[in-house]
T-cell receptor, first 110, second 116 residues
């Protein structure tokens, strides 16, 4: 089955700096890669996703890149703000199901 | 997207009891999923619930412990049976709205269970 590894487990950044979270996956048949943001006490919220037919997708301050050959994808947050503080999960689909990474705790300090 | 409501939002339960979690969606969906998120951990799929058929359970999860109902296209329940402290987790309902197998999941806010 699919195995998704996510790094780092924690990330502390200064407000205004960029944050990058990286994930690798094992199933070469995976073709959908979403990212979720989970704030304390809330459910995961889909913030951006990418399918295997594109290499990059951007939505305002967040972007995702995908390297299918190397089987890794990354989340980039630019100009970080305190409200970006949360746990971020990457995921990859395999056999119709999503396999989630372990999560990254992002802390944005003013 | 979809609006997903879960009840209860949180509960404290006694060992050996059972609790049923409800999930209501504001639109008809074919695929509904139940996840467990143990404290500080990632999301683990418990089962897939399709209307009109038995739920499909993932490895490590059994129907006797986590019975699921899916009476229609907007509602599902998950029961956590004979609870122990190890069942203390967030239980999340999710739906797939962009076609079967699309992978595009939306989650409810979760039901936070503490078992004493």
């Amino acid at each position: 089955g699919e195995n998704v590894e996510q790094h780092p487990s924690t990330l502390s950044v200064q407000e205004g700096d960029s944050a990058v979270i990286k994930c690798t996956y094992s199933d070469s048949a995976s073709n959908y890669f979403p990212w979720y943001k989970q704030e304390l006490g809330k459910g995961p919220q889909l913030i951006i996703d990418i399918r295997s037919n594109v290499g990059e997708k951007k939505d305002q301050r967040i972007a995702v890149t995908l390297n299918k050959t190397a089987k890794h994808f990354s989340l980039h947050i630019t100009e970080t703000q305190p409200e970006d503080s949360a746990v971020y999960f990457c995921a990859a689909n395999s056999w119709g199901k999503l396999q989630f990474g372990a999560g990254t705790q992002v802390v944005v300090t003013p | 997207s979809a609006v997903i409501s879960q009840k209860p939002s949180r509960d404290i339960c006694q060992r050996g009891t059972s609790l049923t979690i409800q999930c209501q969606v504001d639109s008809q969906v074919t695929m509904m999923f139940w996840y467990r998120q143990q404290p500080g951990q990632s999301l683990t799929l418990i089962a897939t619930a399709n209307q009109g058929s038995e739920a499909t359970y993932e490895s490590g999860f059994v129907i006797d412990k986590f019975p699921i109902s899916r009476p229609n296209l907007t509602f599902s329940t998950l029961t956590v049976s004979n609870m122990s402290p190890e069942d203390s987790s967030i239980y999340l309902c999710s739906v797939e709205t962009s076609g079967i197998g699309s992978g595009e999941l939306f989650f409810g806010e979760g039901s936070r269970l503490t078992v004493l």
